[in-house]
């Protein structure tokens, strides 16, 4: 069973930066494809960016094309998400999910392995 643990949120200014980290104890993320979702109070799940484990092929959601890059740390296992120009409206609980998607951009469905969330809140 893949345990996936994300760390790195916090409060932030708008405008500010946050990095999200992803990792698995004990194993590599590098052969899973590695989706960043978010829920924010009162609205569904959504999916913000996603990197393959073939050829690293990336997407983003509308939403964040621009400010945020998700990114592999092989040395460290673990998938990064590098938010920066953060708005008040990307406020939400953020979860890393681990998988085997056929479809590109994936559907939420189709990831396998998630993690319990980390809280990031973009405030003044």
């Known amino acids: 069973q893949l345990q996936l643990v994300e760390s790195g949120g916090g409060l932030v200014q708008p405008g500010g930066s946050l990095r999200l980290s992803c990792a698995a104890a004990?194993?590599?993320?590098?052969?899973?494809?590695i989706g960043w979702f978010r829920q924010a109070p009162g609205k569904e799940r959504e999916g913000v960016a996603y990197?393959?484990?073939?050829?690293?092929?990336?997407f983003y959601a509308d939403s964040v094309k621009g400010r945020f890059t998700i990114s592999r740390e092989n040395a460290k296992s673990s998938v990064t998400l590098q938010m920066n120009s953060l708005k008040p409206e990307d406020t939400a609980v953020y979860y890393c999910?681990?998988?085997?998607?056929?479809?590109?951009?994936?559907?939420?469905?189709?990831?396998?392995?998630w993690g319990q969330g980390t809280q990031v809140t973009v405030s003044s």
């Open positions: 999910a681990a998988g085997y998607p056929g479809d590109w951009p994936p559907f939420e469905y189709e990831y396998d392995y």
């Open positions: 004990g194993i590599t993320l590098d052969y899973y494809h």
């Open positions: 990197i393959s484990s073939s050829d690293g092929s990336t």
